[in-house]
Structure formats: structure tokens, C-alpha cells
């Protein structure tokens, strides 16, 4: 019960702290401190009248004043609830409470008087409700120098009236002064030593967090230096495999001559396998290469002006015998606005003929649609779509979001009987993102995939200047 009571204290006080102190740990933990005071305070303020209703034979209108100030007390959340300036609210509030304390002094017994405990809670509240802020502190202790110099002048000057409570009364009075004194002190310092706590925990927290991206940022820093080692290393081994590779290559063409000559069916079949594992084998390690250059940026685009209908004809014609071989129908459409764009001709053919090749290769007895047009992108930049679209397999739907991220994609077998890495995929994306481009994919299954290549008209540099130089990625 105890504890309901206490989180539905919490969510009233919440309340009344004003959005504009949220954003500030420290300012809304004083404006909390403030409302504590202002809503329990005047709970165990009011003892003192009603002490004094009690023990008094006959009770005067100074009571009822005494109980009015600081019943007001209530008043003070609602005002600042409802914007009112948080340091004015401050400063009233310390007047109200000097005024509460010094009037029961003045009726009942002076600086002899058993509220007289309540004067020092004045000092303390000053730190609770304004913290390090020196102006207002100099402000509110002015304001309690004043009130208690007033109070003493009045006191000699006008003599209060006469007091009848009797002795063990007066004792009295002053046991539940002090207590209902003690009891506030200790409710406003726990609440403190609580927010004293919790900037102590959030401290350590902060110092935990400075210290877990320090480490990640270092693990970050030995992870970037591990990938350029990494893509140094890939780059340096294509070198040194494909040197090898081009001779072997080249004795199996000069070895199929040979067997053609001899006439030998089985050794021109061998020889083909040599060849074809061979070719295979140079295509994957061109695609470490560039997949090493691009993650070093390193890679150099030869940017110049390129027909782009003479950059899709050459990758159809690259990629005619393997769409024919699958008795595939070819359509090329191009819209009238089409004409030149400044790129890579080697590269941007490149990633057409990758995107053709796929389609080619999982599309039998089907359509396979090149549609080309220029359009206009956001930043009012022109920009060519090259949408490759056909009927074959498709691509299932979990495997879009990684199709260009991973290594490993089935959708990028090749035509040869060793397989595929899903590499190509992964390099043109990259290569496309390089050149300024991108590309995009809609796929279902059974019914075919359009990669759609996204391409500037113009390439632009890093400072936004046309280049016609080659460039690093």
C-alpha cells in the first residue's frame, strides 16, 4: 500500500514539472525539490496552527492568517504547471516562508518562540530549490537578512500582544514544532541524497560508456587496418595468380589448335575443360581484384563521354550466345532522349553485361527485356534507369535485403559446371556505388527479376565538378 501511495506521489510530482525543465537533469531535479516542499510542507506546517488552536485558551485571528499563508503553499505547483518563471516562483515562495515563520514568532514568544526552529530550514532550502546558482542565493539569504532585521524592529518598536498559553503548552507547541521542523529537513534531505545517488550512478555510467567506445573505437580502427590489409594482401595475390593463369590459358587455346589439327574428339574435350576452368578462374580472380580495389579505394574510373546505347549493345552482343543458347528472346527499348553519359565505358559495360549474363543464364525459353530512359532525381540531377527485366526463376523474397551483401548467392551460379560465389553481384553493386550509382531489385519467384541500374548523367567529383579524368573510387 505504502508503496503505491509513494509511485503515485512520484507521478503528481511529475506532473507539475514544467517540459521545458525535462531537458535539464539538474534544473528538473531542483523544480522536484521544490514541489515536494510545496505539497507535503504545508501538510506538516499546518501542525503548528492547529497546535496552537489547541493549546491556546483563546485562540485569535493570528492563527487563521498563519494557517492561510501557509496553506498557500498549494498554490505554487499549479503556477508552475502553468509557466510561470521558475527563480520568481523561487523567490516568492522564501518571502511566504519567512513571513509564516517570523508571524508565529512575533505572537508567540519572539526569538524565545518554540516555531523559531523552522527559521533555519531557510538556508537549507535556498540550496535545495537553486543549487550552485550564486546570483539567486545572494538573493534569497538578502531576503532572509531582511525579513528577520524587519521582524526584530517590529517586535521592539510594536508590542505584540499578550500571550495566555500556559508553560507546559508552550513546551508542547515546541515538541511538535520541531518535530513537524525535523520531520520536513529529513523528508527534503533523503529526497536529496537520492538525487546525490543517482548523479553519482549516472557518473559511473558515463565513465563506463567514455570507456566502451573508447574500445570500440579502437576495435573499429584495428578492423579498418585488417581490411586494407586484407584487401593489400588480395590485391597483391591476383597479381601474382593471374600472371600464371594467362599461361596456361594461352597453351590450352595454343593445345586446342593442336588437337583440332591431330583430329583427336576426347583431347579437345580435355582441352576445353582446361580452358573453360581456366577462363572461370581468371573471371574470379578479376572480381577479387576490383572487389580488393574498391574496399582500398583504389579503383581508377577512366570517366569520358560513351553513346549509352553503344555501352548496352556491346554487352548484348557479349552476352548473345549464352541468351540464345537458352532460347531466350532479346528486346532492346530506348527511349528517344537518350544519348550520351560520362562514365566508365569498361566498367559501365561491366555491370550491364554482369546483370544480362544472370539473366540469361536463369531464364530459359523466356523474355529478356532492356529498357533504357532518362529521368530526374531528387536533387533535379539527370540520371539513367537501365531496367534489365526476365521470366525466368525470380529471386525469393528473404534473399533480396542480402542479395548484394553477401559473398555466397545462388542467383549468380555461373554457367560454367564449377559453380558460382555470388561474387558478381557484390562487386557490380559496389562498382555502382563507386561510379555514383546504384542498383535495385524486384524479384518473385517463377515469375523473373528486373535489376534496375541507376547511373548520373553526368559523373560528378567530391567538390560536385564535372571530371573527364580518371578518377579513384
Known amino acids: 500500500m505504502f508503496r503505491n501511495i509513494a509511485k503515485s506521489y512520484q507521478e503528481l ?15 528538473s531535479n531542483q523544480a522536484r525539490m521544490f514541489l515536494i516542499s510545496h505539497t507535503f510542507g504545508p501538510i506538516l506546517g499546518n501542525s503548528v496552527p492547529l497546535a496552537l488552536y ?9 492563527i487563521l492568517i498563519l494557517s492561510l499563508s501557509i496553506t498557500s503553499f ?5 503556477l508552475l504547471r502553468a509557466g510561470a518563471r521558475y527563480d520568481l516562483l523561487v523567490i516568492i515562495s522564501v518571502i511566504n516562508l519567512n513571513f509564516c515563520i517570523l508571524w508565529s514568532c512575533y505572537f508567540n514568544g519572539g526569538i524565545t518562540s518554540p516555531t523559531l526552529a523552522w527559521l ?19 538573493r534569497l539569504l538578502s531576503i532572509f537578512a531582511l525579513s528577520f532585521v524587519l521582524f526584530l524592529v517590529a517586535y521592539n518598536v510594536f508590542n505584540p500582544p499578550l500571550n495566555d498559553i500556559p508553560d507546559l503548552a508552550m513546551q508542547a507547541l515546541g515538541i511538535v514544532s520541531t518535530s513537524a521542523a525535523l520531520a520536513y529537513v529529513a523528508t527534503m534531505a533523503i529526497y536529496y541524497a537520492r538525487i546525490f545517488d543517482a548523479g553519482v550512478e549516472l557518473e559511473n555510467e558515463v565513465q563506463r560508456r567514455r570507456k566502451a567506445m573508447h574500445e570500440l573505437r579502437e576495435a573499429v580502427a584495428i578492423a579498418d587496418r585488417a581490411g586494407l590489409m586484407k584487401a593489400e594482401f588480395l590485391a597483391r595475390m591476383s597479381h601474382e595468380l ?6 596456361v590459358i594461352g597453351y590450352s587455346q595454343i593445345l586446342k589448335e593442336d588437337a583440332l589439327d591431330v583430329g583427336g574428339p576426347q583431347m579437345e574435350e580435355d582441352v576445353d575443360r582446361i580452358h573453360d576452368a581456366g ?5 574470379l580472380i578479376n572480381m577479387i581484384l576490383d572487389l580488393s580495389k574498391i574496399e582500398a579505394g583504389r579503383m581508377q574510373f577512366d570517366i569520358k563521354a560513351h553513346s549509352i546505347s553503344g555501352l548496352i549493345q556491346t554487352a548484348v552482343s557479349a552476352a548473345r550466345e549464352t541468351i540464345e543458347k537458352n532460347n531466350n528472346t532479346l528486346h532492346v527499348h530506348l527511349d528517344e532522349n537518350v544519348d550520351d553519359i560520362e562514365t566508365d565505358a569498361t566498367r559501365m559495360a561491366q555491370i550491364i553485361d554482369a546483370i544480362l549474363q544472370n539473366a540469361a543464364i536463369y531464364t530459359k525459353n523466356g523474355n529478356i527485356d532492356i529498357c533504357c530512359r532518362l ?3 531528387a536533387g533535379g540531377a539527370e540520371q539513367y534507369a537501365i531496367a534489365i527485366r526476365d521470366t525466368g526463376c525470380g529471386i525469393a523474397a528473404d534473399r533480396l535485403p542480402i542479395l548484394f551483401e553477401t559473398l555466397v548467392d545462388a542467383r549468380d551460379a555461373s554457367s560454367s559446371k564449377y559453380g558460382g560465389t555470388g561474387m558478381k553481384l557484390t562487386v557490380i553493386k559496389k562498382l555502382c556505388v563507386a561510379m555514383g550509382g546504384d542498383i535495385l531489385v524486384e524479384s518473385s ?11 548520373p548523367k553526368h559523373h560528378r567529383n567530391r567538390e560536385g565538378q564535372h571530371e573527364s579524368t580518371p578518377v579513384a573510387a
Open 120 to 138: 533555519l530550514i531557510i538556508p537549507i532550502l535556498s540550496l535545495f530549490y537553486i543549487g550552485g546558482e550564486k546570483r539567486l542565493q545572494v
Open 74 to 78: 498549494w498554490i505554487f505547483p499549479f
Open 279 to 283: 577462363q572461370y578462374l581468371l573471371r
Open 13 to 27: 510530482i511529475e506532473y507539475f514539472v514544467p517540459c521545458s525543465l525535462k531537458g535539464d537533469r539538474e534544473a
Open 242 to 247: 593471374r600472371t600464371p593463369l594467362n599461361a
Open 375 to 377: 529521368s530526374v532525381d
Open 54 to 62: 489547541a493549546f491556546d485558551p483563546t485562540p485569535g485571528w493570528d
Open 445 to 455: 519467384p517463377d515469375k523473373g527479376s528486373c535489376f534496375s541500374i541507376i547511373m
